[in-house]
């Protein structure tokens, strides 16, 4: 079954190979016009190869089986992407046919059986075994283990490219050649001959010599924001376009590309780091857009310190990845938000697996430790408490998930029950039937909550402060009913599970009110320069 998937895998190959030939240094504060034309090029070709590749292997006998009137369940088995395993329950997310299954599955197989004998071999070699793959796949994984770009010519940690740990998760690299040239450095001689901090102000004023940099953000209090996150803080987003036929266009799959070489986390739309316009057309803005807003001195300062499945126990695997120095950076706002992972796992006895207060409480000062000895003095650092996730299974259980919104035959109930049953689901604990498992679930997020609230009351550190700020849902909820909307509205329609780009948006909202009205010094200052610094560089280079 393995080589089946590898077949489809390897067309994200073939959009990095020529990834490389493109990756040459840049240096100029906007971005490469032979990179932007060739990636998208590249994406396209990727999209082409990928769907080539799965309808030449897969269509017909995908179109043999619907027309049978087989069901997805039926067609998952019979092509070998599911299984069940001996001694294990059958797993189906359809009901299941009115036949007994084997003799439905046997007849499904009969009506492919050629095909599963000569396009669909039972072995095979690694795709990264081959001689002029092993290289690239190696920088791939160590990317995407390691939460560090993929790309990035003068290793500092920022790059010129988008994706695969990019600019969508950290400031754009300004000068790819110079590993002394990068978001959210002080200024190297105010700037006077070349922006080494990726603001886009540098130069000298020709009215009084005087360098743009120091007359516009000396003394402005500039700060980056970092975020410490999972996949909710990075914005895991699968789109309903993609699975559902009724949906389906020849502009679904533009994205997906992007997506793959994202992990499918789309952190520039994030609450947090996000730097594009908002998709849901709502007027809150991320975190970091309203700290450029307050102050332009910031502009590219930020970092996604994100990854799916992220939790306290797992954050030292990859912390190292955050870029700070203590004597050439400026100050950060760091947010520590691992909001699920502490509670959730797939096991069908989840609250064994749970992170104890204890357990976090150690994980957690040994995060800070390493903060302590990385951040410039003058940072913050703000604790998120965890959700309370019965809200999902409250609001969505009776609901039909997209795959079943035609024929009405999927609930999320059906979902979540699916997902368990492939010991699969993000979080077993609150997405489940079985109400005893939520409420025990809750109480274990409560506690760690309350166990950060301590941290937050009682430690203190050399070079930041400490802060603890509730992760209130409910508030969220009720802002967006009084907008006339409904609560599964702000849920990843797909997953059942993530909070979607609007609940993102009104998180990061309410976090600022909340930042501006108790703890004003973390935001900094507004700066008075913010005008001219529009009047003489414009947009500043861009995101």
Same mark, same amino acid.
């Given at each position: 079954?393995k080589?089946?998937?590898?077949?489809?895998?390897?067309?994200?190959?073939?959009?990095?190979?020529?990834?490389?030939?493109?990756?040459?240094?840049?240096?100029?504060?906007?971005?490469?016009?032979?990179?932007?034309?060739?990636?998208?090029?590249?994406?396209?070709?990727?999209?082409?190869?990928?769907?080539?590749?799965?309808?030449?292997?897969?269509?017909?006998d995908?179109?043999?089986?619907?027309?049978?009137?087989?069901?997805?369940?039926?067609?998952?088995?019979?092509?070998?992407?599911?299984?069940?395993?001996?001694?294990?329950?059958?797993?189906?997310?359809?009901?299941?046919?009115?036949?007994?299954?084997?003799?439905?599955?046997?007849?499904a197989?009969?009506?492919?059986?050629?095909?599963?004998?000569?396009?669909?071999?039972?072995?095979?070699?690694?795709?990264?075994s081959?001689?002029?793959?092993?290289?690239i796949?190696?920088?791939?994984?160590?990317?995407?283990?390691?939460?560090?770009?993929?790309?990035?010519?003068?290793?500092?940690?920022?790059?010129?490219?988008?994706?695969?740990?990019?600019?969508?998760?950290?400031?754009?690299?300004?000068?790819?050649?110079?590993?002394?040239?990068?978001?959210?450095?002080r200024?190297n001689n105010?700037?006077?001959?070349?922006d080494?901090? %990726? /603001? &886009?102000?540098?130069?000298?004023? !020709? @009215?009084?010599?005087? +360098?743009?940099?120091?007359?516009?953000?000396?003394?402005?209090q500039?700060?980056?924001?970092?975020?410490?996150?999972?996949?909710?803080?990075?914005?895991?987003?699968?789109s309903?376009?993609?699975?559902?036929?009724?949906?389906?266009?020849?502009?679904?799959?533009?994205?997906?590309?992007?997506?793959l070489?994202?992990?499918?986390?789309?952190?520039?739309l994030?609450?947090?780091t996000?730097?594009?316009?908002s998709?849901?057309?709502?007027?809150?803005?991320?975190?970091?857009?309203r700290?450029?807003?307050?102050?332009h001195?910031?502009?590219?300062?930020?970092?996604?310190?994100?990854?799916?499945?992220?939790?306290?126990?797992?954050?030292?695997?990859?912390?190292?990845?955050?870029?700070?120095?203590?004597?050439?950076?400026?100050?950060?706002?760091?947010?520590?938000?691992?909001?699920?992972?502490?509670? %959730? /796992? &797939?096991?069908s006895?989840?609250? !064994? @697996?749970?992170?104890? +207060?204890?357990?976090?409480?150690?994980?957690?000062?040994?995060?800070?430790?390493?903060?302590?000895?990385?951040?410039?003095?003058?940072?913050?650092?703000?604790?998120?408490?965890l959700?309370?996730?019965?809200?999902?299974?409250?609001?969505?259980?009776?609901?039909?998930?997209?795959?079943?919104?035609?024929?009405?035959?999927?609930?999320?109930?059906?979902?979540y029950?699916?997902?368990?049953c492939?010991?699969?689901?993000?979080?077993h604990?609150?997405?489940?039937?079985?109400k005893?498992?939520?409420?025990?679930?809750?109480?274990?997020?409560?506690?760690?909550s309350?166990?950060?609230?301590?941290?937050?009351?009682?430690?203190?550190?050399?070079?930041?402060?400490?802060?603890?700020?509730?992760?209130a849902?409910?508030?969220?909820?009720?802002?967006?009913?009084?907008?006339?909307?409904?609560?599964?509205q702000?849920?990843?329609?797909?997953?059942?599970?993530?909070?979607?780009?609007?609940?993102?948006?009104?998180?990061?909202?309410?976090?600022?009110?909340?930042?501006?009205?108790q703890?004003p010094?973390?935001?900094?200052?507004?700066?008075?320069?913010?005008?001219?610094?529009?009047?003489v560089?414009?947009?500043?280079?861009?995101?």
């Open positions: 079954m080589c089946r998937w590898k077949i489809v895998l390897a067309a994200p190959l073939f959009l990095l190979l020529p990834l490389h030939s493109l990756a040459s240094p840049a240096y100029d504060g906007q971005p490469s016009t032979n990179h932007s034309n060739g990636h998208a090029c590249v994406e396209k070709l990727f999209l082409k190869t990928t769907c080539y590749l799965v309808v030449h292997t897969f269509g017909s995908i179109i043999k089986l619907l027309s049978a009137n087989m069901n997805a369940d039926v067609l998952c088995h019979t092509v070998g992407f599911c299984k069940q395993d001996p001694g294990q329950p059958l797993c189906h997310l359809y009901p299941l046919p009115k036949e007994a299954w084997t003799l439905t599955l046997e007849k197989r009969r009506t492919v059986e050629k095909s599963l004998t000569l396009k669909y071999p039972s072995s095979g070699s690694d795709i990264c081959l001689p002029f793959l092993v290289k796949c190696q920088e791939i994984k160590s990317a995407i283990k390691n939460s560090v770009p993929f790309k990035d010519v003068d290793s500092d940690k920022y790059s010129i490219f988008p994706t695969l740990r990019g600019y969508h998760w950290r400031g754009r690299d300004c000068n790819d050649s110079d590993e002394t040239a990068y978001p959210g450095r200024p105010w700037d006077a001959h070349q080494s901090n %990726c /603001n &886009g102000i540098w130069g000298v004023d !020709p @009215k009084d010599g005087i +360098p743009y940099e120091k007359k516009f953000c000396e003394g402005s500039p700060r980056g924001i970092i975020l410490l996150g999972d996949s909710a803080g990075a914005h895991f987003h699968i309903p376009e993609w699975i559902t036929a009724s949906q389906m266009s020849l502009n679904s799959f533009l994205n997906l590309p992007t997506a070489t994202d992990e499918l986390d789309w952190p520039q994030s609450g947090a996000g730097f594009l316009d998709t849901s057309r709502i007027k809150e803005k991320s975190i970091y857009l700290l450029w807003k307050r102050n001195c910031n502009h590219r300062d930020y970092q996604s310190i994100s990854r799916n499945g992220a939790s306290s126990q797992n954050l030292n695997k990859f912390i190292e990845s955050l870029s700070r120095n203590q004597l050439s950076d400026h100050p950060a706002i760091v947010i520590y938000a691992m909001i699920g992972n502490d509670v %959730c /796992n &797939g096991y006895d989840p609250v !064994p @697996k749970m992170t104890t +207060p204890e357990k976090l409480y150690s994980n957690v000062m040994q995060t800070l430790k390493h903060l302590n000895s990385h951040l410039p003095n003058g940072s913050h650092v703000i604790f998120y408490g959700p309370d996730g019965t809200f999902l299974w409250d609001h969505l259980h009776s609901r039909y998930h997209p795959l079943g919104q035609l024929n009405r035959d999927v609930t999320y109930a059906q979902l029950s699916f997902l368990s492939l010991q699969v689901s993000p979080c604990g609150w997405m489940s039937s079985n005893t498992l939520r409420t025990l679930t809750s109480e274990r997020a409560e506690q760690l309350n166990t950060l609230k301590k941290i937050a009351t009682s430690e203190k550190f050399t070079n930041f402060d400490l802060f603890y700020m509730d992760f849902f409910q508030e969220i909820l009720e802002e967006w009913q009084k907008r006339g909307g409904q609560p599964w702000l849920i990843e329609s797909v997953d059942g599970f993530h909070p979607n780009e609007v609940a993102s948006l009104l998180l990061a909202d309410r976090f600022w009110k909340k930042v501006q009205r703890w010094q973390v935001l900094g200052k507004e700066n008075p320069f913010n005008s001219q610094i529009e009047q560089f414009g947009d500043q280079g861009g995101h």
